[in-house]
């Protein structure tokens, strides 16, 4: 299978910055599509940016021209780069990652979630 680990969540001043990183390990083939979500208490759990293997990229907008998403295909790693944070940004990170992996002798599809990060913006 796929594990995804998360890292660089924390608490930070209105207007400060995080840096989140992905990693994704195990027997992967490829993967197509990786993605942070995030969730609040009583929220649901909502997308913040996606990005695909060739390089595009998705967006909520309510973070857009602040949470720059990139990848590094060759670490197999997501970065997103919180800027001008919001107390609303508040919330528990999640990364999503989709693609293929080696079963045996087979390849298989996979969605794995990370266990996720706490970002607390302070008023």
């Known amino acids: 299978q796929v594990q995804l680990v998360e890292s660089g969540g924390g608490l930070v001043q209105a207007g400060g910055s995080l840096r989140l990183s992905c990693a994704a390990s195990?027997?992967?083939?490829?993967?197509?599509?990786m993605a942070w979500y995030r969730q609040a208490p009583g929220n649901r759990r909502d997308l913040v940016a996606a990005?695909?293997?060739?390089?595009?990229?998705t967006y909520a907008d309510s973070v857009k021209g602040r949470f720059p998403i990139s990848r590094d295909n060759t670490k197999n790693t997501i970065y997103l780069q919180m800027n001008s944070l919001k107390p609303e940004d508040t919330a528990v990170y999640y990364c999503n990652a989709r693609g293929t992996y080696y079963s045996g002798r087979l390849f298989a599809d996979f969605n794995s979630w990370g266990q996720g990060t706490q970002v607390t913006v302070s008023s």
């Open positions: 195990g027997s992967i083939s490829g993967i197509n599509y």
């Open positions: 990005i695909t293997s060739g390089g595009s990229t």
